[in-house]
């Protein structure tokens, strides 16, 4: 009995094996924030309400 290859499918399967990985890979480009003053983050978290309360 012969046996048929999807090639069609065949190349899908590894296409979409394809994007996965170079997602991966993009994501794992993507530096690391690094050096990030988080006493100016609380700061603006805790101004915020007042701004907004004394704006309304």
Known sequence: MAVTRL???DRK????Q????RVIKQ?????VIKNVDIEELKSRFTNAPAQTAAAE
């Open 13 to 16: 399967n590894k296409a979409r």
């Open 18 to 21: 394809n994007n996965k990985q």
């Open 7 to 9: 090639k069609r499918k």
């Open 27 to 31: 994501l794992l480009m993507v530096p």
